[in-house]
């Protein structure tokens, strides 16, 4: 009791303490105070620090002579010995490791996790088990939440990998005050009474990102230079969990200013920007990057700015003055300068933009001296000289009648044009413009045609990286001319489909321009390739941007402004679908069920998102909503959505199927008009959905822009990203589920496993996988995962990996011996040869070891273990004939037992091997032994006698083949004529025994025959089989074949009285050839499966049922022992 109240107490009051189970503890007689000296979770961890202090410190405390200077001499020890091994593991870098790296050797040792796993940080909370606090310690590693609580003698533990979270979420309820719930496909856990649960749910949703990152593209994730590397030292709290820290504000400084994917922030501060526009100093905060200077102001719409290092000429700090303290002037080649004041440590600012402007390289771009023209001389390096669009976009080249340009059309859009210039005065042009609530507002009017394109590039970053890669794009398209793959194919298919009602895709020109942007698009992100809608949104792209500008815009679609939307599982969309039918239900309640219940969302959210609404609407009204996705993003695509819904809600309550509530939709959408376009209108082709007598009520795109901002404005852009982070976690575990299903299903035809079997092996395999990307040669496992197979074919697992699950899930334990068995299966079922296996060989091939029907199981056992045994002088084409040969029978109608070719001598004394190493510490082992002894000398004895009669001579033989195929009928009656003959070889030596006496009664003589086929050192009636020596027993594991043996070479009408002589011909046999192997014994497989069919202790020992599911429950606890237990006995799990 003493010590469970100490256990209880250290856990709830140290806060690096975990109670093992096994201590030792130093006292004086004096003293009522126990010292902890050392600590194990296993008796043999305990008694490895015992032994150490009895050879190196209890000898020692002799020479003392009292207790209080023993105890002061073992305290002063052991905690040098601690601090040396922290200080030689411990990178002298490191700030204080302190309780940190306590923690987390104390987590590897209690979880069993490797070196390679990091400890991110650990946090004193309570999990509710049941209405039940269990107060304890939380540790966030790399890839698994663990949760550790020693309470009054009960032990909680939990190991929880992120990859297997489906939700995390953080409230609060009656019956759990603030608490963080994750759930998982089993269970929900709550954790509870956090410090900082802010903190704690932040770095949570953090690594359950990134796993499923891992889940959704895995080369991406290992890519991915901001994540902690496996093989790195180890770190403290600060480093590990800064990395991450670092990770999250990069993501949020990149999308809110639209930076390239490998821009990282250095850091940020305080300050106020001089707006010369309204004469005002704005509070706000200056982000400093590698390449970038950018601004946003405190009050959410006030202003933003970007300043490119490569535009900036000067830095310099202004004189300070009480109304302007530290004050700080960046002027840039368009003539353009910005005043920050207010800046704390200006001097180390400035120290670090310079040195960022000196790594900044001069790029070979034509910038202006003008800004009111910055953007409008773009250069451009592509073909200029030989294709036009690669100077202008594909409205320039069909120019529109003057009489619209000439109109009140016209003159609007001249008005618009001017509006921007005016803009461009007060504000700046090019990238260094100040964004502000006015820009917004220009933009929610419809940008000009003429400076779409420009604008367009800007809003969207796109401009960035063009100018940081100049001629990238024309290598690309040098590069991928000429070069078919599938993603070339499906884009010659959709060429012609893309905006067919435009005159502009309605000749070659176009087509030219929009295969070139695809094409280099798909060989610069192969992940992606091409998926249907990108044709849509770059034929947009092209009719106001030239080739390169279009390609770059389509980068930072693809890559940044919607991510994963374009991959082979549109996964992106189906996350902002579900943040769509989120805001439904909180926007419109009323609506939400109603919509849920019809199954419209998910048909919608799609075509309106991934194609920007192109595919939806007349073009010159979804051109202004892609105008306002530049400069809002994702945002604004939901509120248009929501405002559409609401526009039709009452509709859409009284429809009675998805089809009506479609076709509301559909009219409302083709009727929503831009009566300002000066472009003639282009026939929409989803106006036949229009019908009926009525007119139909045309929509104004900037109303329903304007009714969109004034009912649904207030979305905050973090808001939707926060959202996103739900909705994917749920999205890409769904996608998961279905993929498990879509698996089962195609393996679940031939396969003996029942349905809830396949998908707990598919969860194990899966699971086998994963640990190695994170766990092991991360490259090598990357590389074995290709996406753009099907879902059965893309997780394979290594010979090491396959061995771990043979030794967990096989029914029948071998021992040392089993691994040499796993590596023989899984070179059967590597049919391909390259070293890996999918799902579908993997259960084929545990399918044919455990399913115990109809001695399938004994067959396979034959076919496994003894067909791959050494054969001296065998060829290598030998054993590539049969592995294709045995992957054909898969193939094949149907596959018999006849099909197989025989067996060897030496195969033969493998299986024997094989046999007695699968029966040890079997409960009834002497029994098997017995059996396999009876069995093995009855067969070595046959084959002798079938040697007989294959080795005739020559003339016979050819004799027997000419009758042959005189007689085809005796051809075809041949197996069965052989069958008959094995069963008479078979039967007659049974009979002999009896005549002499039962086998049992003759060990003796059973002991010698196989003594004297062997080397002679037989060890007793215990192991009959030790047919050869030890070092021979130890499999090297090398690929062998079975003799070629003809299997019709044996008739019914050779056998004759003298098989009565089968047991002398053994004897003699056996001591003609010694130890040597004979080359010309063999042996059928039906031989050996009707001759251990006489054995009942056989036949019950491989018809034994196994339970592959409770296989797998032991498997999992057996993966979460302690990694010190190495005495944990696998075989009490494996039976």
Request: charged share 25%; proline share 4%.
């Amino acid at each position: 009791t003493h010590s469970l109240l100490v256990g209880t107490l250290d856990v709830v009051l140290d806060s690096s303490a975990r109670v093992a189970p096994y201590r030792i503890l130093h006292q004086t007689q004096d003293s009522q105070v126990y010292w902890a000296v050392a600590c194990g979770s296993s008796r043999k961890e305990i008694t490895k620090h015992w032994e150490w202090l009895e050879n190196n410190l209890l000898q020692t405390l002799s020479i003392f002579d009292n207790e209080e200077d023993i105890t002061t001499f073992v305290k002063g020890k052991i905690h040098g010995i601690i601090a040396e091994e922290n200080k030689n593991e411990q990178p002298q870098s490191e700030e204080d490791p302190g309780k940190f790296k306590e923690a987390e050797l104390k987590m590897r040792k209690q979880f069993g996790m490797p070196e390679v796993e990091k400890l991110v940080n650990y946090y004193s909370c309570s999990y509710w088990k049941g209405r039940v606090p269990r107060q304890g310690w939380l540790y966030l590693t790399v890839n698994h939440l663990c949760f550790y609580s020693f309470l009054l003698g009960k032990e909680v533990t939990l190991v929880i990998q992120w990859v297997d979270v489906t939700q995390l979420e953080k409230n609060a309820t009656l019956l759990f005050p603030e608490c963080i719930k994750v759930s998982t496909r089993d269970s929900e856990l709550y954790f509870s009474m956090f410090l900082n649960i802010n903190e704690t749910f932040k770095l949570m949703e953090q690594l359950a990102n990134i796993a499923m990152r891992q889940l959704l593209d895995n080369e991406s994730f290992l890519q991915d230079k901001s994540l902690p590397k496996p093989r790195r030292p180890l770190k403290n709290i600060s480093a590990l969990k800064r990395d991450l820290d670092a990770r999250a504000k990069n993501e949020c400084y990149r999308a809110t200013f639209r930076l390239p994917k490998d821009e990282c922030l250095d850091g940020h501060t305080d300050c106020t920007l001089w707006t010369p526009f309204n004469k005002m100093h704005i509070p706000g905060q200056m982000f400093v990057s590698n390449n970038y200077i950018c601004f946003a102001s405190r009050a959410e719409e006030a202003c933003h700015l970007i300043i490119p290092l490569r535009e900036v000429t000067i830095v310099e700090k202004a004189d300070s003055s009480s109304v302007l303290p530290s004050p700080l002037s960046i002027s840039t080649k368009s003539k353009m300068t910005f005043f920050f004041a207010n800046l704390k440590d200006r001097d180390f600012l400035v120290q670090r933009i310079s040195d960022f402007l000196q790594r900044t390289p001069v790029f070979g771009v034509l910038v202006t001296s003008h800004p009111t023209s910055a953007l409008s001389h773009r250069s451009v390096s592509f073909c200029a000289g030989q294709v036009p669009t690669a100077s202008q976009g594909l409205l320039k080249l069909f120019r529109r009648n003057s009489e619209e340009l000439s109109g009140p059309k016209g003159a609007k859009e001249k008005m618009k044009e001017e509006s921007w210039n005016i803009h461009f005065f007060e504000y700046g042009r090019g990238m260094c413009m100040y964004r502000t609530a006015k820009t917004r507002e220009l933009v929610q009017k419809g940008i000009p045609e003429n400076l779409r394109g420009e604008l367009w590039l800007l809003f969207s970053g796109a401009w960035n990286e063009m100018v940081t890669h100049p001629g990238y794009y024309a290598d690309l398209v040098e590069k991928s001319m000429g070069r078919y793959n599938l993603a070339t194919e499906e884009i010659e298919r959709d060429l012609h489909r893309s905006m067919p009602e435009h005159p502009a895709f309605q000749n070659e020109l176009g087509i030219a321009a929009l295969r070139r942007v695809l094409t280099a698009y798909a060989f610069r992100n192969p992940t992606i390739g091409y998926c249907q809608a990108m044709n849509i949104v770059t034929s947009v792209l092209l009719l106001y941007c030239n080739e390169e500008e279009a390609f770059w815009l389509l980068v930072a679609l693809c890559e940044r402004m919607l991510p994963d939307y374009y991959n082979t599982r549109v996964v992106g969309a189906l996350v902002d679908q579900g943040i769509f039918e989120e805001l439904t239900r909180e926007y419109l309640p009323q609506l939400s069920e109603k919509m849920q219940d019809l199954g419209v969302i998910s048909t919608i959210s799609l075509s309106w998102f991934l194609t920007l609404f192109l595919s939806v609407m007349p073009f010159e009204s979804a051109v202004v909503i892609v105008d306002c996705f530049f400069y809002e993003g994702i945002k604004f695509i939901l509120q248009v959505s929501l405002a559409i819904l609401d526009a039709n809600m009452e509709k859409l309550l009284q429809c009675c199927d998805e089809g009506e509530a479609m076709t509301i939709l559909g009219r409302y959408l083709d009727n929503v008009v831009n009566r300002q376009s000066v472009s003639p209108p282009i026939p929409h082709l989803h106006a036949l959905l229009t019908s009926g007598d009525d007119p139909p009520l045309e929509i104004d795109i900037f109303e329903l822009i304007k009714t969109s901002y004034e009912k649904f404005g207030n979305l905050k852009a973090d808001d939707i990203e926060q959202m996103r982070f739900k909705q994917r976690l749920k999205v890409i575990q769904s996608l998961e589920d279905t993929a498990k299903k879509s698996v089962v299903r195609a393996v679940s035809g031939d396969i003996g496993f029942t349905m809830e079997e396949l998908e707990e092996l598919y969860v194990v395999f899966k699971a086998k996988y994963l640990m190695s990307c994170y766990w092991g040669n991360n490259r090598a496992a990357a590389a074995r995962r290709d996406q753009s197979l099907p879902y059965l074919e893309q997780y394979r697992i290594d010979m090491e990996q396959f061995k771990e699950l043979f030794i967990s899930l096989t029914p029948w334990a071998c021992g040392a011996h089993t691994p040499v068995l796993a590596g023989r299966l899984f070179r059967l079922l590597d049919e391909n040869r390259d070293s890996l296996i999918n799902f579908k060989e993997f259960v084929t091939g545990m399918s044919k070891w455990c399913f115990w029907r109809k001695w399938n199981a004994a067959k396979k056992c034959v076919l496994t273990c003894s067909c791959l045994a050494e054969e001296k002088g065998t060829s290598p084409q030998d054993y590539r004939y049969y592995l294709r040969m045995w992957a054909k029978e898969k193939e094949n109608k149907k596959e018999t037992i006849k099909d197989l070719p025989k067996m060897s001598q030496e195969q033969f004394i493998e299986l024997c091997k094989t046999l007695y190493n699968m029966f040890s510490e079997d409960p009834v082992e002497q029994e098997l032994y017995h059996a396999i002894a009876t069995v093995a000398s009855l067969l070595l004895r046959i084959g002798e006698v079938g040697k007989k009669f294959s080795n005739r001579p020559t003339r016979k033989s050819e004799d027997c083949k000419a009758n042959s195929a005189q007689d085809p009928v005796s051809e075809e009656e041949s197996p069965t004529s052989e069958q008959s003959q094995n069963s008479a070889v078979e039967q007659q030596p049974q009979a002999d025994h009896e005549d002499k006496g039962s086998v049992d009664a003759q060990p003796e003589k059973t002991q010698q025959e196989n003594q004297t086929l062997g080397d002679g050192s037989g060890e007793g009636q215990g192991s009959p089989l030790q047919l050869l020596s030890d070092d021979e027993t130890k499999d090297d594991m090398s690929m062998s074949s079975y003799s070629m043996v003809s299997t019709g070479s044996l008739q019914c009408e050779d056998i004759a009285d003298d098989t009565v002589l089968v047991g002398c011909e053994g004897s003699s046999a056996a001591a003609r050839y010694g130890s040597t192997i004979d080359t010309d014994w063999s042996i059928s497989f039906e031989q050996i499966l009707a001759s251990m069919l006489t054995e009942t202790a056989l036949v019950n020992y491989f018809e034994k049922k196994v339970n592959i599911l409770q296989k797998i429950k032991d498997q999992k606890k057996v993966e979460r022992q302690f990694s010190s237990s190495s005495d944990y006995e696998l075989s009490s799990v494996s039976g």
